[in-house]
């Protein structure tokens, strides 16, 4: 059973950084493709970020381009989002996404793994 564990988390002020790690088990995932999502309250879950996991190949949506950064540690079989110049409307719940299909993609329901979510909040 695939198992998705996100961390890093937490409050930070507008303009500063934050990463956040999803540790994936349970599966080899060379050919899986690994998504980020985020939601907020009262909003729908939106696409953040994606990382094809064999080739590295990376898609962002345009609210977070040139601010955020998706990568993966194949050996520790972990993704990583650097999330840096955090504004406000970042604040969510943001959420590790896996798909055993070696693409990227950046529909909800492109995935069918999914972890618990961890809380950003960006004060202003």
């Known amino acids: 059973q695939v198992q998705l564990v996100e961390s890093g988390g937490g409050l930070v002020q507008a303009g500063g950084s934050l990463r956040l790690s999803c540790a994936a088990s349970?599966?080899?995932?060379?050919?899986?493709?690994m998504g980020w999502f985020r939601q907020a309250p009262g909003k729908e879950r939106e696409f953040v970020a994606a990382i094809r996991w064999s080739v590295g190949n990376r898609y962002y949506a345009d609210s977070v381009k040139g601010r955020f950064s998706i990568s993966r540690d194949i050996a520790k079989n972990t993704v990583y989002l650097q999330m840096n110049s955090l504004k406000p409307e970042d604040t969510a719940v943001y959420y590790c996404?896996?798909?055993?299909?070696?693409?990227?993609?950046?529909?909800?329901?492109?995935?069918?793994?999914w972890g618990q979510g961890t809380q950003v909040t960006v004060s202003s």
């Open positions: 996404a896996a798909d055993p299909r070696d693409w990227v993609y950046n529909q909800r329901y492109e995935y069918a793994y």
């Open positions: 349970g599966r080899t995932f060379s050919n899986y493709a």
